[in-house]
């Protein structure tokens, strides 16, 4: 049996992104995701080999340019802030993530269309419960990834 690759999230992390989404509320909340993965693939992407573990080091909040309770776009400006102090960490952004403020942590039909990168992690919040899960794109729409929320580093 093949090991489903998974995603670790420390605690404080998950918290800073809950309470973004709960300010941000009823708006979606969004940001991008920083981190790294067990091992890079050939393009040097954290996120290039399918059987590799992603830790996620850190979150930076962004403006959501569609200032809407169903929908999110990241502030370009914000996406490339975030590469720039992702270098500085020696880090890479590996993903983005955002708030659903009404409903469960499931992809949306939306998310579905929208997330295209398959070299990106795309983790939604529910602001009600603080629950989270994540998603990378793959051929048959997003796929659901083993999520594990650790301790702090």
Sequence with gaps: MTRQPGVRLPASV????????RRTAPEEC???????????????????VEDAD???EGSVPARN??????????????????IRTARQ???????AYHSHPAGPPDASATDEREASD???????VSVAT????????SAGGLREMLLTIGPDA
């Excluded at 998950?14 to 989404?21: E, F, G, N």
């Design 14 to 21: 998950l918290r800073d992104i809950v309470a973004h989404a």
């Design 30 to 48: 969004c940001g991008l995701l920083l981190g790294s993965a067990g091992n890079t693939g050939s393009t040097g992407s954290p996120l290039d």
């Design 54 to 56: 992603v830790q996620v």
């Design 65 to 82: 340019l569609r200032r809407s309770p169903t929908r999110y776009l990241v502030d370009p400006a914000d996406h490339f802030a975030a």
């Design 89 to 95: 960490q020696g880090r890479a952004v590996i993903g």
């Design 118 to 124: 398959t070299d990106f992690l795309y983790v939604i």
């Design 130 to 137: 603080g629950a989270a899960k994540v998603f990378r794109p």
